[in-house]
């Protein structure tokens, strides 16, 4: 009874092609004899109101469109204001190696307490402190190590205001400070504690009792402590870990104390400043790899010269491009239209066992220098996981639309294409990687042709 489904479908694209004052008598005789005969056809070739028209108007499913996939790495990827510091190194003989780094800006404290620092307080340690926020690529079972730089360069935005992944800005290649840790994104203790030097700390203590007018509002401040970078240490490439951009999760503490009758411990937070200028510095490294010829967004990487294999990978950009060499041949067909059209991707066997698909892929049109020109309406994909034998795992997406627009004028363009991509959200965030099987069978584009 599935064909019901369809059914709807196809009934909607004959009223639009059929529908006249002088047919819609026959139209109605048509209706009620397809949904009589419907479930009781062949599902490979089902007839349409026999009675009507003697079986010569019916639905075939044309399952031999070859789906040519390529890989492609976009030019930009954004990675300011997403709410997701990532840093760390991670490498393996498929994608090559990653590395991200992270940029933010630090500023004052808020805290009354800026204007009662006494002559007799004392300073104690600077920290800089970050907190997971449970995402992790890679290997935790093996440490990763953090340096801590100051910038010598404010951080400002790129055209349009953003920044995006391959963003520099100068630093000061003497670390501040560092740590080496074993990732516990998961754990309870979700907070990691690194030691700036106190030659910073002392400074900034100063400042705060001469109450220094650097320390007059935030702008003064970030043009003479202009910010932070992360580094990910390359001699450790076992993981990229997540932490939280937020006020709360990523500042310097300033530890002091006050002698009196008591001793009184008084903190000063000189928190994150600008959420929307913290950014992703990430690098790849596909020397080792079949990637290595992938340079623009304008060039495609074909599978076939990649083993029969595309790519897909977040944070780097790696995206696919679908084309549809043999679409043209429908136009051949006897009259008719494209009641459905489906595109499956299907995941390399085995490719997913340590790490997990990507849950959505989203589609693009695209030109023939592999430009985002618009989303596929209604083509947001469904993931079908098979978690016995993996062989019926597959991205199903609906591109009737698409294909109905390129047939519409009797022509397929055959520099365009589509773009097969993550969400942005996911994209800018996650290392989310999928290995697409060009060769097998189940990679392709399927139509529902209604012959009339």
Do not use: W
């Not at 009934?11 to 005969?37: A, D, G, P, Y």
């Not at 740590?179 to 504690?193: A, C, G, V």
């Not at 950009?317 to 041949?329: D, H, T, Y």
Request: hydrophobic share 35%; net charge negative.
């Amino acid at each position: 009874m599935i064909f019901k489904t369809y059914a709807e479908i196809f009934m909607n694209e004959i009223i639009k092609s059929v529908v006249s004052s002088q047919k819609l008598s026959l139209l109605i005789i048509f209706i009620t004899s397809f949904f009589l005969n419907t479930c009781k056809e062949n599902p490979g070739e089902f007839t349409l109101g026999e009675e009507f028209i003697e079986s010569q108007t019916y639905i075939t499913l044309i399952d031999t469109f070859s789906a040519n996939l390529s890989t492609v790495i976009l030019d930009t990827v954004i990675t300011s204001g997403t709410e997701s510091m990532l840093i760390g190194n991670y490498r393996d003989n498929v994608f090559g190696k990653i590395t991200s780094h992270s940029y933010f800006q630090i500023g004052i404290p808020d805290s009354l307490e800026l204007y009662d620092v006494q002559n007799d307080d004392i300073y104690d340690s600077l920290n800089l402190i970050i907190r997971y926020n449970n995402y992790f690529f890679g290997d935790t079972t093996r440490l990763q190590r953090i340096s801590v730089h100051q910038l010598t360069e404010k951080i400002e935005y790129e055209e349009g205001g953003i920044i995006t992944s391959k963003a520099t800005f100068g630093y000061n290649s003497d670390p501040i400070g560092s740590i080496t840790y074993l990732p516990q994104p998961n754990n309870s203790i979700d907070t990691l504690y690194i030691k700036i030097n106190d030659n910073i700390g002392l400074d900034l203590f100063t400042k705060l009792r001469n109450n220094s007018e650097i320390l007059s509002d935030n702008e003064s401040f970030i043009n003479y402590f202009r910010g932070l970078v992360l580094l990910s240490d390359d001699a450790y490439e076992g993981s990229i870990i997540g932490f939280n951009v937020d006020t709360e999760d990523i500042k310097l503490i300033l530890y002091t104390s006050r002698v009196s009758q008591t001793t009184e411990k008084i903190n000063y937070d000189f928190e994150l400043e600008n959420p929307d200028k913290q950014f992703n510095n990430i690098l790849h490294d596909f020397s080792s790899t079949q990637l290595n010829p992938l340079i623009e967004q304008r060039n495609k990487l074909p599978n076939s010269e990649t083993s029969s294999l595309s790519f897909l990978q977040g944070g780097i950009g790696l995206v696919l491009r679908a084309e549809f060499p043999s679409l043209q041949e429908i136009l051949l067909f006897n009259r008719g239209l494209v009641a459905k059209a489906q595109l499956s991707i299907t995941p390399l066997q085995g490719s997913y066992n340590d790490f997990d698909l990507p849950p959505e892929l989203i589609i693009y049109e695209s030109d023939k220098l592999n430009r985002r020109n618009g989303l596929v309406y209604n083509s947001t994909s469904t993931l079908t996981i098979d978690d016995v034998y993996q062989e019926e795992t597959s991205y199903s997406f609906d591109v009737t639309e698409y294909v109905k627009d390129e047939l519409a004028d009797s022509y397929v363009d055959p520099e365009k294409g589509l773009l097969i991509i993550l969400p942005s959200d996911v994209l800018n965030t996650t290392f989310y990687r999928l290995i697409a099987d060009a060769k097998n069978q189940k990679t392709k584009l399927k139509i529902y042709y209604l012959s009339y």
